[in-house]
């Protein structure tokens, strides 16, 4: 063998072969794949930890509200104490004083009770509430004025978190909200089995209130309804007709291209600057009445119809050009291509789409808050022009109240917002897996 040959031998044999290099780049590229895939399983465990912290948070908080304590009273309805001369005159009925009534049966009940400190204390264990729940009942049994009855009233917000433990009383007087003698009357009511807790049905059938205990949502619902209403029959026509127009029969040009672009960006837009539209030209320019859910809707229509356009596109853009080809082959015109052949088979991700944004537009706040939605609503609104609020806004005003008791109702509010939102999410998914096609 020549010198040159050795050499060149000598040289290639001192070289790392290719296949180690291969396998050693390898071993280090899987080893960086198992870190990264560690880092995901990381991100997605401390992410349901949150996500668990934040429900277990809002639940633990939050379960109580849909239980009430309330306090049994015998109560006595002379026509003397209730200031009735006629007690077949509705009017009178109505005006009576059965806050008075109410009481003369707690002054029955702890006739040591003397001063007027005291009888302050005492009477703020009973909520105002029973003064119309007793007037509520006089006036459909009119028959029972005279008579002596024994009714279950709500207790007052104190008393309420007492029975739930969320006021400690082993501390100092002055570190907690109830007194001592308010402690002892409280102990002589549970031993003589006159307070119980039921199912706090007033907290979905009453509007807002003053008091926690009397507070419902009953109201926001129904705004939040008659807005969604109102969105719905605004947002839906004119997104899927904007989609078929963009999609099926505008021309491409720079206009058109310009109207996209500007659809994609209001998508992106923050949702306040809608309130600030809706307020500048709903109300200030046409006049229309503040707080009302047809201001809502339009509001929240103008938010919501981006999203409906681009996912009602997408629902277009996925039918396959085959069907519209068959359609015009066999002499439908462009309009009878859309509506009976197109149409149809886009309408499911047009739905979802439609549903993902009406989800959106129920945990809305910040567009509502500009337009007067976050006034305070007792009366529960009856048509889309009368005052309301939503949900969201409901839970933010009660989230500003300095009562404890309005705690549970914000996160119970809460819970049934995220029951409201899960639940349209979950129709989405199923409408998508329902009518969803393979081609």
């Known amino acids: 063998m020549s010198k040159k040959a050795s050499s060149y031998d000598d040289f ?9 290099l291969v396998k050693k780049g390898l071993a280090k590229r899987r080893a960086r794949e198992k870190r990264f895939q560690l880092y995901g399983k990381l991100a997605i465990i401390l992410g349901l930890i949150f996500l668990l912290t934040l429900f277990t948070s809002i ?7 849909f239980m009430q304590t309330y306090v049994k009273l015998d109560i006595s309805l002379d026509v003397d104490a209730l200031a009735i001369d006629d007690p077949d005159n509705i009017q009178q009925l109505s005006t009576a004083n059965y806050g008075g009534a109410v009481k003369a049966a707690l002054r029955t009940m702890f006739p040591e009770v003397k001063s007027r400190s005291d009888k302050r204390a005492l009477y703020s264990l009973i909520s105002t509430g029973a003064t119309y729940q007793l007037r509520d009942r006089v006036i ?8 002596s009855i024994t009714v279950w009233v709500p207790a007052a917000d104190d008393l309420d978190m007492l029975m739930k433990g969320k006021i400690d009383r082993d501390v100092v007087q002055a570190d907690r909200r109830m007194k001592d003698n308010q402690l002892v009357w409280v102990d002589k009511l549970i031993s003589e089995e006159r307070i119980k807790k039921r199912f706090n049905t007033g907290f979905f059938t009453s509007g807002d209130s003053r008091d926690p205990e009397l507070a419902g949502i009953r109201g926001a619902v129904m705004g939040s309804l008659l807005t969604l209403i109102v969105t719905l029959a605004l947002s839906f026509p004119i997104g899927v007709a904007a989609a078929v127009y963009l999609e099926e029969f505008a021309p491409q040009n720079k206009l058109t291209d310009v109207i996209e672009v500007n659809i994609n960006n209001l998508a992106a837009v923050p949702s306040i600057v809608f309130g600030l539209l809706g307020l500048a030209v709903f109300i200030n320019f046409f006049g229309m009445p503040r707080s009302a859910p047809v201001v809502g809707g339009l509001v929240l229509t103008l938010m919501t119809l981006p999203t409906i356009i681009i996912a009602s596109r997408a629902a277009l853009k996925s039918v396959p050009p085959s069907i519209r080809e068959a359609a015009l082959g066999i002499g439908a015109s462009p309009m009878q291509t859309i509506i009976y052949h197109v149409l149809p088979l886009a309408m499911p991700g047009m739905l979802t789409g439609t549903i993902i944004g009406m989800a959106q537009a129920l945990g809305e706040s910040a567009p509502l808050l500009m337009i007067g939605m976050v006034a305070f609503i007792v009366d529960v609104p009856g048509n889309i022009f009368d005052p309301a609020t939503v949900l969201p806004v409901q839970i933010y005003l009660w989230a500003d109240s300095p009562e404890r008791a309005f705690v549970e109702r914000t996160s119970a509010a809460i819970m049934i917002l995220l029951a409201f939102l899960i639940t349209m999410n979950a129709l989405a998914v199923i409408l998508r897996k329902r009518f969803e096609r393979r081609w």
């Open 12 to 20: 290639f044999a001192s070289r790392p072969r290719t296949i180690d």
């Open 59 to 65: 639940v633990g908080n939050g379960y109580t509200a």
């Open 140 to 147: 459909r049994q009119p028959e029972l004025i005279g008579q």
